[in-house]
């Protein structure tokens, strides 16, 4: 059975660096350059990187040695990965309870922080 070849299955996990997948389905992004985006939210790592290893999905949002050590061949599915692009660069956040934003201004904390957002 053949499948569309512009829809690409593509796993996640809801944490912040997946952002530009979900931006490029809810903009439209994909839709624009002619392609579908399937997404699905995986329930960890070890699920990702072995759907993509059986064909279920055409891509993911993956920790960055995991290509490399299914590569080397040093998962229980070991297959040939690519990874065309980097999502994040260590952009993710520390967040705080909004209670305790007046006691780190009156440590110092700069004031262009917006605790309220």
């Not at 979900?22 to 790592?45: Q, R």
Request: glycine share 10%; net charge negative.
């Amino acid at each position: 059975m053949s499948r569309d070849p512009t829809t690409l299955r593509l796993g996640f996990i809801r944490l912040l660096d997946c952002a530009p997948l979900i931006v490029a389905h809810e903009m439209g992004f994909a839709s624009a350059e002619g392609l579908t985006l399937d997404l699905t939210k995986e329930t960890s790592w070890a699920t990702v990187r072995d759907r993509l290893a059986v064909g279920l999905l055409d891509g993911a949002h993956v920790l960055g040695p995991m290509p490399i050590a299914a590569n080397l061949g040093l998962t229980p599915l070991a297959s040939p990965l690519v990874v065309p692009m980097a999502l994040g660069s260590g952009g993710n956040t520390i967040t705080i309870a909004e209670s305790l934003w007046p006691e780190l201004a009156s440590l110092g904390a700069p004031d262009h922080f917006d605790a309220k957002g």
